[in-house]
């Protein structure tokens, strides 16, 4: 049976930077991908794998009692990457791999070619109907294992997360956690000037999900939220993250939608590193 892995918040907040440094570290080596997108999630993801709620091992990745977790926004594979390499999946040296030629570290996740990646994404909007297959299937096979699905507020726009969403509500799929990466932006603009979403989690509770709002950058309410959508009977559970994009690096959080989907130049890196507090 696989296990949660506990650390106390020092060690968390430790992970947390470096995990933010190996996102820019590898997106800046490549000379390409989506560190801003990567790191809005740190605490999300980081909490979840080390702080005692996902229930891994990566030697037995495909043990069928494991919790998954999807990544929906794809394009935040530097993120996943840098979050599988932490726990084990693979070394942190071969992040510095990321998009070259050949590399398992592709663009956008590949669940053919690296272990620890439970679906191949990147085209927005599928994740959340990928992670109900896998939520229908432990309940047909009676396994008490869990689902977390982790999507953008720009991605919330797609149709296809509707209807899954209306799917989950319907059929009470309680073993599913929704994770909105509320970071306000998308590839253009903000997601208030494209496309508003609010009231989000008014629509989400009308579609049948148990919702909280929380700051999903403080390692205590992602904690608490992970522990109340594993109370919550009856209903998918819908964590709206408040998180900003780029965050840690100053150059990233000034720019906002101004960076999507740019690597820091190699000029800029020592100083975001330093802003990071890697080695602290
Ligand atoms: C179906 C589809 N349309 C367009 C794109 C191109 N694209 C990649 S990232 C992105 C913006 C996503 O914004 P959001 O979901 O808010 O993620 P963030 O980068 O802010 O975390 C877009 C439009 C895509 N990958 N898939
Ligand atoms: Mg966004």
Not at 199 to 205: A, G, N, R, S, V
Not at 256 to 271: A, F, M, Y
């Amino acid at each position: 049976m696989p296990d949660t892995h506990q650390e106390d918040k020092e060690a968390l907040a430790r992970r947390a930077r470096r995990i933010r440094s190996h996102i820019v570290s590898a997106t800046t080596a490549a000379g390409s991908g989506h560190p801003s997108s990567s790191l809005s999630l740190v605490e999300l993801a980081t909490v979840l794998y080390f702080g005692g709620h996902l229930r891994y091992d990566p030697a037995r990745p495909d043990d069928p009692d494991r919790d998954r977790f999807i990544l929906s926004k794809g394009h935040a594979a530097p993120g996943l990457y840098a979050v599988l390499a932490e726990a084990g999946y693979f070394p942190t040296e071969q992040l510095k791999d990321l998009r070259k030629l050949g590399s398992p570290l592709e663009g956008h996740p590949n669940m053919c070619r690296l272990p620890g990646v439970e679906a191949s994404t990147g085209s927005l909007g599928q994740g959340l109907s990928i992670g109900i297959g896998h939520a229908l299937a432990l309940r047909l096979d009676g396994l008490d294992a869990r689902v977390y699905v982790l999507v953008g507020d720009g991605e919330s726009e797609e149709g296809q997360i509707w209807e899954a969403a209306m799917y989950a509500g319907n059929h009470g799929l309680d073993n599913l956690t929704l994770i909105i990466d509320r970071n306000g932006y998308q590839q253009t603009d903000a997601v208030d000037r494209i496309q508003p979403l609010d009231p989000l989690d008014e629509k989400l509770h009308a579609f049948g999900f148990a919702t909280r709002v929380i700051d999903g950058h403080s390692l205590d309410e992602v904690d608490e939220a992970f522990s109340w959508a594993r109370s919550v009977g009856g209903q998918p559970q819908a964590i709206i993250a408040r998180t900003i994009k780029g965050k840690g690096v100053a150059l990233l959080e000034a720019k906002q939608g101004g960076w999507h989907g740019k690597p820091i130049p190699p000029d800029e890196e020592t100083r975001a590193l330093e802003e990071i507090g890697a080695g602290a």
